[in-house]
């Protein structure tokens, strides 16, 4: 998959036969194969034309604005969108059902776990491995959802600090704070995460689901909590990417800007970021559609059984 992401202001998008034209002042303009491109992303304020976006839509090409310091301003347009209302339809019977919901959230919960601790292996086994060892089992006997967040919330904040053990201290990363992001840590784990959401919302959407109806991350007015629950097993992955990351020189203090809305990376080290970020969705875009498909495989066991069974066997089987 290849994503154009526009980094400049005072660009103009427009349609011409098989490709994308790019304008922007005193330049000439450029021309990309729409064929070469699935998704794009503008950071900035862009033009672009009713036939453009009517061609997106039709070639199955994401459209994605993205704005860093407020996310409420975010918006997309996702081309590929499923037919089966029916597999919508049984979303919205499980949100009746807590006790045919707690199983799945507590399946989630614990591949959640199994991450953490497959991303922990090159590691001396030690104190988190033992606590995390220690979670899976009490998510197994979380009798409700208030103890099942309970126990993932503990889980997740351990690993915050095994992380910020990793760190070099100059980063100053304490603790996970969202808005605003308080260091370059935080950041840079916004950021990243905001573009690993679009991507689980459009994976909600290729396979029929309705990325707002969750089942660990409960229905709040404007989530997409669905998208919020697939990406949850991903998290661990993206953390360990980044400690990594920040571990090499390619980003230092100097391409971020600390400010009153918080911390955010520059424009130099978006342009640094980015290409590094796209090295890993390739993974991480193969995890969320496998969660995807294991939420599909669910809800058709429901719809062919009247309910939503889940096996032992099955009900920790995430891919």
């Known amino acids: 998959m290849t994503t154009l992401i526009l980094e400049k ?32 992303i503008c ?18 090409i994401d459209f994605i604005v993205i704005n860093s310091r407020y996310t409420d301003h975010c918006v997309a347009l996702y081309a590929d969108t499923h037919g089966n209302c029916l597999r919508r339809a049984a979303q919205y019977t499980l949100q009746l059902h807590h006790e045919e919901r707690l199983p799945l959230a507590k399946s989630l919960c614990h591949h959640k776990l199994q991450q953490s601790l497959r991303v922990l292996d090159a590691q001396q086994p030690g104190r988190l491995q033992s606590q995390l060892h220690m979670a899976q089992a009490s998510v197994r006997q979380c009798q409700n959802e208030q103890q099942l967040r309970g126990v993932e919330g503990s889980a997740q904040r351990a690993l915050f ?3 910020r053990q990793q760190l070099d201290p100059k980063w100053g990363f304490e603790r996970r704070e969202r808005r605003p992001a ?22 909600c959407k290729q396979y029929g689901l309705d990325s ?34 920040l571990g ?72």
């Open 161 to 163: 600090q095994h992380w």
């Open 248 to 319: 090499t020189d390619l980003l230092t203090q100097r391409h971020f800007t600390k400010g009153k809305p918080g911390c955010y990376l520059g424009k130099e080290g978006r342009l640094l970021f980015y290409p590094q970020l796209e090295t890993q969705m390739p993974l991480i875009r193969r995890k969320l559609a496998a969660n995807a498909r294991w939420m599909v495989q669910q809800l058709n066991n429901g719809l062919t059984h009247g309910q939503y069974p889940l096996s032992e066997a099955s009900a920790y089987e995430l891919n």
């Open 9 to 40: 202001q005072g660009i103009s998008l427009e349609y011409d036969t098989d490709v994308l034209v790019l304008r922007e002042a005193d330049m000439p303009p450029r021309t990309i194969p729409l064929s070469r491109i699935d998704k794009v």
């Open 182 to 203: 308080p260091d370059p840590v935080n950041g840079l784990l916004s950021l990243t995460y905001t573009l690993v959401h679009h991507e689980a919302i459009r994976q």
């Open 212 to 245: 707002t109806l969750g089942i660990y991350h409960r229905m709040t007015y404007g989530r997409h909590s669905l998208a919020c629950d697939l990406m949850e097993p991903t998290r661990p992955i993206i953390e360990q990417w980044l400690v990594q990351l």
């Open 43 to 60: 950071l900035h304020n862009t033009a672009l034309s009713t036939q453009l976006l009517g061609q997106l839509h039709q070639r199955g």
